[in-house]
């Protein structure tokens, strides 16, 4: 379902969206196209990080091991 709203847009976001508009479809008319595909993918991102964060780890880990870790891996690169 469509649902029609007002967005009140920043002057430079709304050039950049035209400006995508018209790469992508060839037209300024696909603004609302563009709000959705980006909307779309940016939430699409956050609830991925969000599932990833919250899952069951494969690996139990203390903050000192990783710290260990951590500082190993940074010799290794140092001492490249």
Same mark, same amino acid.
């Given at each position: ?40 993918? +940016? ?26 870790? +951590? ?10």
């Amino acid at each position: 379902m469509v649902r029609r709203t007002t967005v009140l847009l920043d002057e430079d976001i709304y050039k950049m969206l035209v400006r995508e508009s018209i790469k992508r479809y060839g037209t300024a008319k696909a603004i609302s196209r563009i709000l959705n595909e980006l909307l779309r993918e +940016r939430l699409r991102d956050r609830k991925e990080l969000v599932k990833l964060i919250y899952s069951s780890k494969l690996v139990k880990i203390t903050q000192e091991e990783f710290e260990r870790s +951590r500082r190993e891996l940074s010799k290794r690169f140092e001492n490249r």
